[in-house]
């Protein structure tokens, strides 16, 4: 049982890494789009949002995008892998980029909510220990080395 649970934890770490990576380069790339007068003003009128109305907004990406993940694994299921696939990983990144956009604006009332400043803090150290035991794993310092020796190629072509 302790294998199973220490297999599942590092499959959900790689899951967090995929996030953290997108978090902020997305949620940036989001508030760009916020100069936008239309989305400026929406982003204003969501950050005076109550704490519950804030959850709830908080949550909608999530339900918002449960049907297409439905929909991706029909594709799949059909035999059309390549399309379920590309699907959702779109997925994915938009709704990164969405979550992460509106826990920016949202956090200071989400906060608010004891239960959830609690198990957001649980959930920090918890995701912490987790990137930690990745990055010291032996395939993420490969992974590392390799990326660094790319970069170092790409900066010396013309």
Same mark, same amino acid.
């Given at each position: 049982m302790?294998?199973?649970?220490?297999?599942?934890?590092?499959?959900?770490?790689?899951?967090?890494?995929?996030?953290?990576?997108?978090?902020?380069?997305?949620?940036?790339?989001?508030?760009?789009?916020?100069?936008?007068?239309?989305?400026?003003?929406?982003?204003?009128?969501?950050?005076?949002?109550?704490?519950?109305?804030?959850?709830?907004?908080?949550?909608?990406? +999530?339900?918002?995008?449960?049907?297409?993940?439905?929909? +991706?694994?029909a594709?799949?299921?059909?035999?059309?892998?390549l399309?379920?696939?590309?699907?959702?990983?779109? =997925?994915?990144?938009?709704?990164?980029?969405?979550?992460?956009?509106?826990?920016?604006?949202?956090?200071?009332?989400?906060?608010?909510?004891?239960?959830?400043?609690?198990?957001?803090?649980?959930?920090?150290?918890?995701?912490?220990?987790w990137?930690?035991?990745?990055?010291?794993?032996?395939?993420?310092?490969?992974? =590392?080395?390799?990326?660094?020796?790319?970069?170092?190629?790409?900066?010396?072509i013309?």
């Amino acid at each position: 049982m302790r294998w199973l649970r220490q297999a599942f934890g590092f499959l959900v770490a790689l899951v967090i890494l995929f996030e953290e990576w997108g978090w902020e380069p997305l949620q940036a790339a989001l508030g760009r789009l916020a100069r936008w007068p239309l989305l400026a003003w929406l982003e204003r009128q969501l950050q005076r949002l109550p704490p519950y109305a804030a959850l709830a907004v908080f949550a909608l990406p +999530a339900l918002a995008l449960l049907p297409v993940k439905l929909g +991706a694994l029909a594709l799949i299921s059909s035999g059309h892998a390549l399309g379920g696939l590309l699907l959702i990983v779109a =997925t994915k990144l938009i709704g990164t980029a969405i979550v992460a956009r509106l826990f920016a604006l949202l956090q200071p009332a989400l906060m608010q909510l004891g239960w959830f400043a609690r198990g957001h803090a649980r959930w920090t150290v918890w995701k912490a220990r987790w990137m930690n035991r990745v990055r010291a794993s032996a395939t993420w310092r490969a992974a =590392t080395r390799t990326l660094r020796q790319v970069r170092r190629r790409l900066r010396h072509i013309p």
